[in-house]
């Protein structure tokens, strides 16, 4: 099984629709999680972090199920600048940081 | 501040050339990484430093090599360039390790190995 697994897609969407994205990793004792944005050919760029609490930032929304060993991102009233692909990070310690493969969402008009 | 520098933007090189990829950062960052990224793929760590004169292998560190003479530069060395070498390469900083803070990525280096 792999550290990190996300669907890598691609959610194809209209503007304006709800869409979610899953990521689920093995090692039970990871410690933090965060999702980032990569824009093709661009560096990733930190998106969220993610917590048991859950948290939102506008239309964005990330959770962590530690339980399930997954965590979540839900984009609400998607936007054409919400293209990109979107991965997810989970942290062991500070120098293990596992990245997923990314899952690409394409929002159309 | 500039952030995270990375040079060359790209690169092609024949099979058993060398190069240096250059990577520094002007935020004082401690920890600084280098990753790859092959197409459809996640990042990958190839070293990490945790600060000047410590560096560590990460995932994938065979035919690399690095130094961190000063606090600020972080470059990769490839001594024997393979095809398998292909990829785009991201260094990254953070300033305690990235288990509570963000990743400052620098903008990427393209790299061909033919």
């Known amino acids: 099984r792999k550290e990190v697994e996300q669907d890598p897609g691609p959610f194809n969407v209209p503007e304006g629709a709800t869409v979610a994205f899953n990521c689920t990793y093995s090692?039970?004792?990871?410690?933090?999680f965060f999702w980032y944005r990569q824009d093709c050919r661009k560096e990733p760029k930190l998106l969220m972090s993610?917590?048991?609490s859950g948290n939102e930032d506008g239309r964005f929304t990330a959770q962590l199920n530690r339980a399930s060993q997954y965590i979540s991102l839900l984009i609400r009233d998607s936007k054409l600048s919400d293209s990109a692909t979107y991965l997810c990070?989970?942290?062991?310690?500070?120098?293990?940081?596992?990245f997923g493969t990314g899952t690409r969402l394409q929002v159309t008009l | 501040n500039a952030g995270v520098t990375q040079t060359p933007k790209f690169r092609i090189l024949k099979i058993g050339q060398s190069m240096t990829l250059q990577c520094t950062q002007d935020?004082?960052?401690?920890?600084m990484y280098w990753y790859r990224q092959d197409p459809g793929m996640g990042l990958k760590l190839i070293y990490y430093?945790?600060?000047?004169?410590?560096?560590d292998k990460g995932e994938v560190p065979n035919g690399y090599n690095v130094s961190r003479s000063t606090t600020e530069d972080f470059p990769l060395r490839l001594e024997l360039a393979a095809p398998s070498q292909t990829s785009v390469y991201f260094c990254?900083?953070?300033?305690?390790?990235?288990?509570?803070?963000?990743?400052?990525f620098g903008s990427g280096t393209q790299l061909s190995v033919l």
């Open positions: 990254a900083s953070t300033q305690g390790g990235a288990k509570d803070e963000k990743l400052f």
């Open positions: 430093s945790v600060g000047a004169g410590i560096t």
């Open positions: 090692n039970s004792a990871s410690q933090s």
């Open positions: 935020m004082n960052h401690n920890y």
């Open positions: 990070v989970v942290i062991f310690t500070a120098s293990k940081l596992t």
């Open positions: 993610v917590y048991s």
